[in-house]
């Protein structure tokens, strides 16, 4: 997501000209507007002092996170103490207790003992776990995937896993520099995942704990979102949604989806970000949370990146759009699979009321997205 975009919508949400706010910050207008446009990027005490403004948490600004919202965030929150004491009753030698960033629904603890160093996770769905797990089992020989150690359920208390720590930090963690340099390693990575050979597993769309997907064809996956039988979209208006928007975004996933053919079943991460990858001295050294990974067309976790459009990733996104721009089928189906991401993300987020990312902000990317589509 760009910084910029966050910045304006925040604005236009709160109610405010960018007069108006260039008056109170004692600034310029053109300041404000070179940082909406991503000319230029505020300052931290400006942003401390936008997000003042505009009633915000840092979070919120910047990451258009929505935290607490929904059932798949009012699962027992552990505290720090909690999941210490989980953690000592494992491993009573362990140290260097610290909780790690990222994660909408979960809980991640980083520590020490015996020498090794290990991650506990905590979160509402025991399969997210066994599906990491599996992934681990069948793929860890060609991809950075963490080991589960072992994964618990306790009586009356949200699941956990232990798993081994991989050395590096997340991606949103690094430099600019440092951004440029781990490019060609995260291309690698998107190759493997493209030539892995899957064809003899079980159906298309998103696997679960045993590595059996539900759609018989990937076209069905796609065109899943606009069956009524699947997703009921009829609540979206009383929900708050625009329903024009989901109709647009609907009939150009459909005037488009001719265009979606796949010659050899791949493995998608299907939520790779600059949270879930982490590097290390310049290369990729983990691909972290795979509970949205799926079977079909790689495609789709290129169209995944670039419909978020981070402002962490853009290095990587420069060289994506020059790579998938040579063909206007390839540039049709990106465009098809970034529709039916939006719309599962607004479906998800409004509708079953789970955990997500700024709704404004997904349905005007859903927009301009659809904008772009010719047809």
Not at 119 to 138: I, L, M, N, S
Not at 190 to 205: A, H
Not at 269 to 290: C, E, K, Y
Not at 319 to 335: F, G, I, V
């Amino acid at each position: 997501m760009n910084i910029g975009e966050k910045l304006k919508l925040r604005r236009q949400k709160a109610g405010f000209t960018q007069e108006q706010i260039a008056a109170r910050m004692n600034i310029t207008r053109q300041t404000l507007s070179n940082w909406e446009v991503g000319k230029n990027i505020p300052d931290i005490n400006s942003v401390i002092a936008l997000a003042h403004i505009y009633g915000l948490s840092l979070d919120e600004l910047l990451l258009g996170k929505i935290y607490f919202k929904g059932e798949l965030t009012m699962f027992p929150r552990r505290t720090r103490d909690e999941m210490e004491a989980i953690i000592r009753n494992h491993y009573p030698a362990a140290s260097e207790i610290k909780e790690l960033t990222g994660g909408l629904a979960s809980q991640t603890v980083f520590f020490e003992a015996n020498g090794n160093r290990y991650v506990f996770k905590t979160g509402p769905r025991k399969e997210a776990f066994g599906k990491e797990q599996w992934v681990y089992d069948h793929y860890q020989h060609v991809l950075p995937i963490r080991r589960v150690i072992q994964i618990y359920e306790p009586e009356r208390q949200p699941p956990y896993a232990i798993y081994d720590f991989i050395e590096g930090v997340k991606v949103f963690d690094l430099n600019r520099q440092e951004l440029s340099e781990v490019v060609p390693s995260f291309l690698q990575i998107l190759s493997t995942l493209r030539s892995l050979e899957v064809s003899n597993s079980d159906g298309y769309g998103r696997f679960d704990e045993t590595g059996k997907a539900p759609y018989p064809t990937w076209l069905d996956f796609v065109e899943a979102i606009y069956n009524d039988k699947i997703y009921n979209w009829s609540a979206a208006e009383k929900k708050g949604l625009d329903a024009e928007i989901i109709d647009t975004a609907i009939r150009k996933l459909k005037s488009g989806v001719s265009s979606v053919t796949i010659s050899k079943k791949q493995l998608i991460h299907g939520d790779l970000g600059s949270f879930n990858v982490i590097a290390d001295r310049g290369h990729i050294s983990g691909m972290i949370d795979w509970s949205l990974s799926m079977y079909g067309d790689h495609l789709y976790d290129i169209a995944n990146l670039l419909f978020w459009n981070e402002d962490k990733l853009q290095p990587l996104l420069t060289h994506l759009k020059a790579m998938y721009s040579h063909s206007p089928e390839t540039e049709n189906t990106l465009h098809c699979y970034m529709l039916r991401i939006g719309l599962e993300e607004l479906y998800n987020t409004v509708i079953l009321q789970e955990a997500g990312y700024d709704v404004e902000w997904v349905a005007n990317r859903l927009q301009r997205i659809a904008k772009e589509m010719a047809g």
